[in-house]
């Protein structure tokens, strides 16, 4: 695949399945413009990207005004327009209904699923989206699908998130702009690793059995961004990929 000329805006580029993104789509001759709350870790995936001229945003996706200010101001200096869109941010949250505050539930919604429709309205603003259209990719989960006990939070920002591209699908396809997401399975990264350190090794042990396949890599994930995002699937928007490794078969 190649992504000369295109111009991808990453939102949680600092780590994981962000980072490895931004590493992929650099080597394949993309422009990026990677966004989290760590500049240290977004400098240094800038420096495992190829090519030149890659661009960061240190910002919490939770300052949805903030975002949308320095998303447009990058296109006004630039004078280029982004092409592709990866929300890769997220927060996972493990707590018993019993436990659940009001509090908790907003927060996971504006990390996880309020920042991708709000970026999407500013994509598409006048001169911020190349007027031959791009792609959307939101980094949903299979728990956007299925239920888990104590995951309420996480299951109803996943699950919003899967609902929110379809509708998006919908509105911006008269843009060409096709927006999709991406249900995987567990997959080691950071978030991940987290979570297996967490819950003991009987548990760990269990997690890893529900994926007839095994856990994944975040190639796996990578791979099917990288699809949803080319030409290779310009005739695809609206749908979830689950990338679970069978999880979901079951
Ligand atoms: N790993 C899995 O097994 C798995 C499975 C299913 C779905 N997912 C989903 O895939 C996505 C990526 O997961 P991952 O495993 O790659 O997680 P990760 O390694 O923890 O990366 C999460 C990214 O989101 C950014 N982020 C989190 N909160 C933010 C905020 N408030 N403002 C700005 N950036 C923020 C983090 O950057 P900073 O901390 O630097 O801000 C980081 O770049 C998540 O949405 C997750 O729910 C992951």
């Known amino acids: 695949m190649d992504f000369s000329n295109h111009k991808v805006l990453i939102i949680g580029a600092s780590s994981g399945i962000g980072k490895a993104t931004a ?17 240290e870790n977004l400098k240094e995936v800038v420096a495992q990207c190829t090519g030149q001229g890659h ?9 949805g005004k ?18 592709g869109f990866v929300y890769s941010a997220g927060q996972e949250g493990t ?14 919604l504006k990390t996880n699923t309020v920042p991708a429709v709000l970026v999407s309205k500013v994509l598409i ?6 007027k031959e259209g791009g792609s959307f990719v939101f980094i949903s989960s299979v728990m956007g699908r299925l239920g888990q006990p104590a995951k309420v939070a996480y299951c109803m920002s996943k699950g919003g ?37 967490s819950v003991g090794d009987e548990n760990a042990d269990k997690i890893r059995q529900m994926h007839p396949l095994g856990i994944g890599e975040v190639k796996d994930v990578v791979n099917g961004i ?25």
Do not use: H
Request: aromatic share 6%; net charge negative; with cysteine.
């Open 23 to 39: 590493i992929s789509l650099s080597q394949k001759g993309a422009s990026l413009v990677l966004v989290s709350r760590n500049e």
């Open 55 to 63: 661009d960061y945003i240190v910002i919490d996706v939770k300052n």
């Open 66 to 83: 903030d975002l949308e200010e320095a998303i447009s101001s990058n296109v006004r200096n630039t004078g280029i327009p982004f092409s």
């Open 95 to 108: 707590i018993p209904l019993k436990f659940i505050k009001e509090d908790f539930l907003e927060d996971i």
């Open 125 to 130: 603003k006048k001169g911020n989206f190349s």
């Open 161 to 197: 998130l899967i609902a929110a591209s379809k509708a998006l699908a919908l509105e911006l396809a008269s843009k060409k702009i096709r927006v999709n997401c991406i249900s995987p399975g567990m997959v080691l990264t950071e978030m991940s690793s987290k979570i297996l350190d």
């Open 226 to 250: 990288e699809f949803l995002l080319s030409d290779n699937s310009k005739w695809i928007t609206g749908i979830d990929l689950l990338i679970d490794g069978g999880y979901s078969a079951q």
